[in-house]
């Protein structure tokens, strides 16, 4: 998994409440009238004006950058920035609260003035004459218009060379048109974005090989192209391609208006599918926020002419409020993994508190939480100290967690009980440093323990020439000691569930940069062998070659093996997974299969199609009974708060649950978005209680017959008595003998198969119900392989 947990992206996805960002960042004050502007500007108290050069940027040098709360509850810039925190106080104004030095906290509907350390006189001076408790006011065009010239119309290998190699033939950093005569779809793969033009408008954003309309086309960037996309499309973007290429993007109140009158059109189609096949929703709050839409949206017609800027506002309420609707017609389940990866920061009680509040917000019901990164370990540790290294990582040596001293973990742990969040323990494993940071800990006294590549003849520990990591060499011995002592405390120490296991294989490189080329570990090789690994060649000896590399995988999958047994003696439930990339590392996924609990395969797309090939093609490698989850990066690609409720509809197909990445790139209107739509009632996680899991969904059932299918005639109400009684017997035997459970839930199965062939219960509704008890089944067996002691 990446480590990179700030993200480099310079633009979000444009939804309601989203600022667009303009022109070229110039730092000249400029007098414009205040109800009419032309490009997004700040005004301060005493009339001056300062151009905003971009919204949502990390690249903030040189100009003012504006960030909002769709992008992050941080503005994870620079430390060295001069930022300005801006809460909201009326239309379009704001009170100057608090001036930072970068890494910002964004106020929930506020903003936050950013420039880089490297800035312009102009702008320093405007942004250190604003006072705390000033009022500033944002002006904001209401007509926006951006123009590029796409690199290519309807692409082939020969009209853009460019872009041969790739799907698509789109190239980096290009920008396509598509039209219907390309193909059904684009034909891209999931890294870039997509704009669906239908009748001018914009109808669909993001995604890679989207379908082309018939009525239209499809935009389609890569890169520098993508963020151009990304930063002026929303849905009712008004669009244009004239014959030389250009591609022209509006954006104005008829735009904003289009959006609502869309994601309205798309609540209500929610709503009444939800009525239709008899799911159990929220549909009371949804008719209240689709009616306060509509009244919005017909407030907004009526001024538009004579005050645009407040239609704008009104318009954007309405699509939130139909999102809103849209988010309380979606179901939400009982028992599911919903985890997040984070990598911790907080050096108070308090800020672990309001992290974990956030995360309980959202509806999560698991942290994975980063507890060895860099080489350190985030708690106290006695096997550091033991070894001659820092007891723990420095960041938090002095933090003040309360009653917890200054362990990070415990606090987590403990808080995170409070509020029904479990803890789960993500590991870097044998990735132990970067370059950055100086050699890592582990070296200073034990430099024999690095992993060393074919090409480094000095010997030392030096970081690898492709990644700029440093890590432990996992074949030897005693590095695996040292390794299994600080899982085993880390487990008898805390109360975590689980491990989830990150970079536990050499890094994957063609030959002169293969790993395992450490003294020590050469000489094992050779004292089984008879041969120096370093003389080897895969060119001139192919099957000495491949007995070495085979030879250090059996290492790497000894110590999987020996962390697995070590674990389950000590908690038979306690659970490991893996997060395979995609590439050498997911085929390799099958090694560990007698090893590993769960695998989270990590997908990168934001589509339904290019997330279900990814887990599909993972659970081909290993075997029926394994708890599967789905790992998605929408926070990590600050993806729109709809987005993300997309992504994660679409990953919990066909798994047990979702894992994303990372909650240090979480956004306050998407965390509220999954605790209004699918994560809406509180889960149990079937990984961690498979028996309890399993038998919370048949209670579930037998409430949704009496509270929803009896009452909207999805069911025979002499019939639905019977299944009820049925499925209460089938949760009493769960209880007395759960290790023989087929006859039993067979018996249900059939029942369900007579009410449906007797046209008694409606088949969407049976389905449903096979379905939950599919997986009800599922986690059963789960539990029987891998937490029962006589396996």
Do not use: C
């Not at 909207?712 to 109400?717: E, R």
């Amino acid at each position: 998994m990446s480590r990179k947990l700030r993200v480099i992206n310079s633009s979000i996805f444009a939804s309601s409440l989203v600022l667009s960002s303009f022109g070229s960042g110039s730092s000249v004050t400029a007098q414009h009238p205040s109800t009419s502007v032309d490009i997004l500007t700040i005004k301060d108290h005493s009339g001056d004006h300062m151009i905003i050069g971009g919204t949502n940027q990390l690249a903030n040098e040189n100009k003012l950058i504006v960030f909002n709360d769709t992008f992050s509850y941080y503005t994870e810039t620079k430390k060295g920035s001069k930022e300005v925190i801006l809460e909201k106080k009326g239309l379009n104004t704001y009170r100057v609260k608090a001036k930072t030095d970068g890494d910002s906290p964004i106020p929930r509907n506020g903003l936050v003035l950013s420039t880089g350390a490297k800035t312009t006189a102009e702008i320093d001076s405007f942004l250190s004459q604003l006072e705390s408790g000033e009022t500033v006011t944002l002006l904001e065009p209401v007509v926006k218009k951006e123009e590029k010239v796409a690199n290519a119309i309807d692409p082939t290998a020969a009209s853009n060379p460019a872009g041969a190699p790739f799907d698509g033939f789109r190239g980096p950093d290009q920008l396509i048109v598509y039209h219907p005569s390309f193909g059904e779809t684009t034909k891209t793969n999931a890294y870039g974005y997509e704009i669906t033009v239908e009748n001018g408008f914009v109808t669909k954003l993001g995604g890679g090989g989207s379908r082309i309309p018939a009525n239209g086309y499809v935009v389609s960037g890569h890169g520098i192209a993508a963020k151009w996309l990304t930063s002026h499309s929303i849905i009712g973007s008004k669009v244009t391609v004239d014959e030389n290429g250009s591609v022209k993007i509006i954006q104005d109140v008829d735009s904003y208006a289009y959006q609502s009158k869309q994601a309205i059109k798309q609540a209500k189609a929610s709503m009444e599918k939800s009525k239709t096949i008899y799911l159990d929703v929220a549909m009371n709050k949804a008719k209240k926020s689709i009616s306060n839409s509509e009244k919005l949206l017909i407030e907004a017609e009526t001024i538009k002419e004579r005050d645009p800027v407040k239609a704008l506002d009104l318009t954007r309420q309405a699509t939130q409020s139909a999102y809103d609707a849209y988010y309380y017609s979606l179901p939400s389940n009982v028992a599911e993994q919903r985890a997040i990866w984070y990598r911790p920061e907080e050096t108070t009680l308090e800020g672990v508190k309001q992290v974990l509040d956030r995360m309980e917000e959202a509806g999560f019901n698991s942290v994975y939480l980063e507890t060895t990164f860099h080489g350190y370990t985030i708690y106290p540790s006695k096997v550091m100290e033991q070894y001659g290294m820092p007891g723990q990582h420095p960041r938090f040596q002095n933090g003040e967690y309360g009653r917890y001293g200054n362990d990070l973990l415990a606090a987590y742990v403990k808080e995170g009980r409070k509020r029904g969040l479990t803890v789960q323990a993500w590991t870097d494993g044998f990735m132990v440093g970067e370059s950055s940071l100086g050699t890592p800990p582990a070296f200073k006294n034990h430099p024999e323990w690095a992993a060393i590549q074919r090409q480094n003849n000095t010997g030392e520990p030096l970081p690898d020439t492709s990644n700029k990591y440093y890590w432990l060499d996992i074949a030897q011995p005693e590095v695996q000691k040292f390794m299994l002592a600080i899982y085993k405390e880390m487990q008898l120490n805390y109360d975590i569930k689980g491990l989830n296991i990150d970079y536990m294989r050499y890094p994957h490189h063609d030959f002169e940069k293969s790993y395992g080329f450490s003294t020590k570990v050469r000489a094992l090789y050779k004292e089984r062998t008879g041969s120096d690994p370093f003389t080897l060649n895969p060119a001139t000896n192919p099957e000495q070659w491949e007995d070495w590399t085979t030879w250090l995988r059996t290492k790497e999958n000894e110590f999987v093996e020996k962390l697995h047994d070590q674990s389950k003696d000590i908690n038979q439930k306690f659970m490991m997974t893996a997060t395979p990339e995609p590439g050498p590392e997911a085929v390799l996924i099958s090694d560990w299969k007698d090893d590993i609990d769960g695998v989270i395969p990590q997908a990168y797309g934001h589509d339904f199609n290019s997330i279900q090939k990814t887990v599909q093609d993972s659970k081909k490698l290993m075997p029926a009974g394994t708890m599967y989850y789905t790992g998605i990066y929408s926070f990590y690609h600050h993806l729109d708060e709809m987005m993300n409720v997309d992504d994660v509809l679409s990953a919990k197909h066909g798994t047990s649950g979702v894992n994303m990445f990372a909650f240090g790139q979480a956004s306050a209107p998407s965390v509220d978005a999954l605790g209004k739509g699918p994560w809406r009632e509180k889960a149990l996680n079937p990984g961690e209680e498979p028996i309890l899991a399993a038998q919370t969904v048949l209670t579930e059932i037998e409430r949704q017959i009496s509270d929803v299918y009896l009452e909207q005639g999805a069911l025979d109400k002499k019939e639905g008595k019977a299944l009820k009684q049925s499925l209460n017997r089938l949760n009493k035997a769960i209880d007395k003998n759960p290790e023989h459970m087929d006859k039993e839930f067979n018996s249900v199965m059939e029942l369900i198969d007579k009410l449906m062939d007797k046209n008694k219960l409606k088949p969407v509704v049976g389905d449903r119900i096979k379905k939950q008890l599919g997986e009800a089944k599922e986690w059963m067996d789960y539990s029987l392989n891998h937490q029962n002691p006589s396996n």
